[in-house]
């Protein structure tokens, strides 16, 4: 078995029985992520969509007893928890394509809910 220079195995993972390989490892983490902060605003779509305006309106909806406002609102959810993934992932398009299908079906769940 071929070892990397920075205590990786072929499969770069780090061996967590080597202590010789703790400063690398150290050494190595910060460096691993830095100028990428779309984990930052992934989790942050994730929480202010879901937690609140879509929890809010999925609430609204049950109770006035708005069927299509309450799976309109149910679609949203999931549309925004997928583009959250997609941030993650680091695909932009894909993120700002369910960005934009969240906002439709959302406007659509309060239309429903008004009219």
């Known amino acids: 078995m071929m070892r990397e220079s920075l205590g990786q195995d072929e499969y770069g993972s780090a061996s ?3 202590p010789d390989d ?3 490892l150290n050494a190595m983490g910060p460096a691993m992520g830095s100028g990428n902060d779309f984990e930052k605003y ?3 779509v994730i929480i202010v969509f879901g937690a ?3 929890g809010g309106l999925m609430a609204a909806s049950m109770s006035f007893g ?3 406002g309450f799976l ?3 679609g949203g959810a999931t549309s925004a928890w997928i583009s959250g993934n997609a941030l993650l992932l680091d695909r932009p398009r894909i993120y700002a394509l369910f960005v934009a299908i969240a906002a439709v079906m959302l406007i659509a769940s309060t239309i429903t809910l008004v009219t």
């Open 42 to 44: 992934a989790v942050a």
């Open 66 to 68: 708005h069927r299509n």
């Open 16 to 18: 967590p029985f080597d």
């Open 22 to 24: 703790l400063p690398n």
């Open 72 to 74: 309109f609102a149910l």
């Open 52 to 54: 609140l305006i879509i």
